[in-house]
């Protein structure tokens, strides 16, 4: 890989830990923590399907959905206040990966112009960013709800291209989804993948010039790379 100019976060799962956000879905769904997978695969699932069908609602509206189809199927009785409660107050409160804020402070000093890109809506992510305490540290913090289009449409990821003005090659995303990182591929970023607990490479893309497992070794990597 050639040493970038910017690197473009991910949020949710990337840099913040979404433990709290499940333990908040799976006593919503009677302690069912076994269901959570599938939830978020639904929630994930039906944000492409608002972007291929032109429709857009944002990330939370979407999660609170899925919340509510997941109960329905599993036969539990779950009201529209409650599967919201139990998605939006603590989407916006999640905490940082232990690692989180000391890689970007070692990426930020060794020159790096870091971003975020999330599918969470503007107002939410300068929510969870303050919440986290990690707003000092980006440059600018992107929403999809800008273009209303989900990652990992190539839209996305251009937007952050266009915005910056700058070339795809010069810019290295992080994530620590597959399909994220298959979509910034896409465009002609570099990518790397954060290994955080669960998370595995999808076969049948391009592999990611990088894959760590923290932001701690990913401050190590490239500043050997700037050497």
């Not at 112009?113 to 980006?138: C, H, P, W, Y």
């Not at 996305?156 to 810019?171: F, K, R, S």
């Not at 570099?190 to 894959?211: C, E, H, M």
Request: no cysteine.
């Amino acid at each position: 890989m050639s040493t970038p100019k910017v690197i473009v976060f991910d949020v949710n799962e990337t840099l913040l830990d979404l433990a709290g956000l499940k333990q908040s879905v799976g006593k919503a769904l009677n302690g069912r923590e076994d269901l959570l997978p599938l939830w978020f695969s639904k929630m994930l699932h039906y944000s492409l399907v608002e972007t291929l069908a032109g429709e857009y609602h944002d990330f939370g509206d979407i999660g609170t959905a899925a919340l509510m189809m997941v109960a329905e199927k599993e036969g539990i009785e779950l009201t529209l206040d409650d599967a919201k409660a139990a998605i939006v107050t603590p989407l916006r409160s999640l905490p940082a990966h232990a690692d989180v804020r000391e890689g970007l402070q070692r990426l930020s000093e060794q020159g790096f112009r870091l971003v975020s890109l999330t599918n969470s809506s503007k107002i939410g992510v300068e929510t969870q960013m303050k919440n986290a305490g990690l707003t000092d540290l980006f440059e600018k913090r992107h929403s999809i709800d800008q273009i209303k289009k989900y990652k990992p449409h190539p839209d996305t990821y251009q937007m952050v291209l266009d915005d910056l003005g700058i070339q795809p090659g010069d810019v290295l995303m992080v994530a620590a989804h597959a399909w994220d990182l298959a979509g910034a591929k896409s465009v002609g970023m570099q990518t790397a993948f954060v290994s955080r607990p669960g998370k595995t490479l999808y076969p049948n893309v391009q592999r990611p010039d990088v894959i760590v497992t923290d932001l701690n070794q990913l401050a190590d990597v490239m500043a050997e790379a700037k050497r």
